[in-house]
């Protein structure tokens, strides 16, 4: 591992050392293809092998099989003789593949002849009244914080929502001596008849008996409440109650952590702003870039591996990331390719890893009012507008999500509309009668992480940038 | 909100958080090091002031932000934790020259 790219060019970038970004990274430099695997956290895993090389959490069941599989692709990658480079943000690609990167307050820039986006997924937002209250988070900054640092929920502890995920925190909560006083399940009943149709290969995949054992799990363990269909928090700056509905019947119960969860959606940010074209998926509920077979975007060496090409969970995003590798490979060293498993091959191991996706996805698909809320939830977190605002803008002539930025600076904060910018999309197709696709997304655009002018003023510049600034 | 279990044996590393001396440990993110600590680490918005703690964990939220070692608006769950680094909770917008 290394501090800072020792190249200023390379054949491959892979972005994210997820599942995908490690399998693709992996391949290319084992392929002898100079390969820079650049990410943001301290330790490659992703999410889903988050801290696997430095876990407190030791005893392997605790974390269960599937965390631990990503050992092998760790070892991979680290002798593939890959640069592997930790903590280092990207906040620019654009379509000449050129990638801007941030390390430690110090920007770079590096050009590819080829990229491999794996940036993986983020949890969909879960706008419900009270949601940015101290002590909401999200099932998954549990599981990073179980993880990487062998914390617990402590307190009054309640899990809700929906999706594998959920059942997978709580099962993991309980086994290591954690508590959860109550599990509030939103899956909407409505979608098992609609699922039904996807049932016969989901009943012959690996998601069946995995799923089924880890709902029994908690369900032993702990209080668990279906058909939910409402959720509120309270409380006076932090939250201490929840509020929520099932079956028709209205109750109440004091909180100290509560964990929302309702399933993942692609993270877009970084192949927008490179001008990757985007697509709504109408099953998935959020945009999905438009890829060929081999993963390649509109934008011409653009790649895009994992669940940031579409949710398929960890296996189907190590699948994708080798298509993609391959792809790279066969276009930057032909000979190379000949070693390697074909397309086709490839291709089929996908397909059999996605089986038992499409009924997951319809069967999880959130309720309406859990994606576009009522008027009092704030939808942007950042810049504190709610759903309410976002309406009243749309009376008044807003028709789209860049236009409302100009009139509430929704999705201008931080976090660069990440948060918000699903529920802002399918609330304003709401209110306007348009399908989301027709409403379109905000207009994304580089930095897509914030950085210091410092940090830009630190890049290295050529006698022509700096004859092109200076006078006299 | 948060403990931690029995079985970690990382190394202890001590931070300071508005000058109280904490403990944290070897790997820790500074959210994850705040949110163990016991401390009220509630930082307000810049636009209402509004209290707020860590909502993702995984550097998409921003609700994390910090002061770290006299800088503000870092991303405390993306920061390692480092033995002496001086922590400061946020209260509304950064100030300018940190």
Redesign the interface.
Known sequence: MTSIPQRDAYDVVVIGAGPAGLAAAALTAGAGLATLLVD???GPGG?VWR?IT?T????KRLLGDDYWAGQRLVDDVRASGAEILQ?A?VWSLDRTLEVGLSIDGGARLVRAKRIILATGA??RPFPIPGW???????A???Q??LK????????RVVVAGQGPLLWLLSAQILR??GMIDLVLDTADRRNRLRALPHLPPFLTSPYFFKGLAMMREVRARTQVVGGVTSLAARGS??VEALAYEAGGRRSEIPV??LLLHQGVVP?VNLAMAAGVRHRWDDVQLCWVPELDERGESSVAGIHVAGDGAGIGGASVAVHRGRIAARAVIEALKPEAGLALADHATLASELARAERGRAFLDVLFQPARQFRIPADETVVC????VTARDIRESVALGATGPNQLKAYRRTGM???QG??CGLTVTELMAEARGRTPAEIGYYRLRAPVK?ITLAELASLPKGEDATKAVVRG | ?????E????RAVEIFVEGQSVTA?E???VA??L??SGLDV?RS?A??G??????????????C?VTIDGMG?RQG??V?VREGMRIEIQKGKREIGR
């Not at chain 1, 977190?381 to 504190?384: D, G, V």
């Not at chain 2, 909100?1 to 279990?5: A, E, T």
């Not at chain 2, 079985?7 to 990382?10: G, I, L």
Request: charged fraction near 25%; proline fraction near 9%; charge should be positive.
């Open positions: 943001e956290n301290m999410q801290a430095t407190p959490v030791k005893e903590r943000t983020l949890e940015t209250l101290p002590g909401v988070m999200t998954g900054a549990a990073t914080m990487s640092s062998g914390l617990l929920p402590q307190g290591m001596g700056g932090r100290d952590v993270n977190r950042c810049e504190e904060g931080p976090c990440r948060l914030p | 909100m948060f403990k931690r279990i079985e970690d044996r990382r440990r790997g820790d993110t994850a090091a949110l163990a509630r918005t636009v209402s509004a209290p707020r703690l860590p909502y993702c964990m995984m550097g998409v939220c921003f609700d932000l608006n769950c993306l390692p």
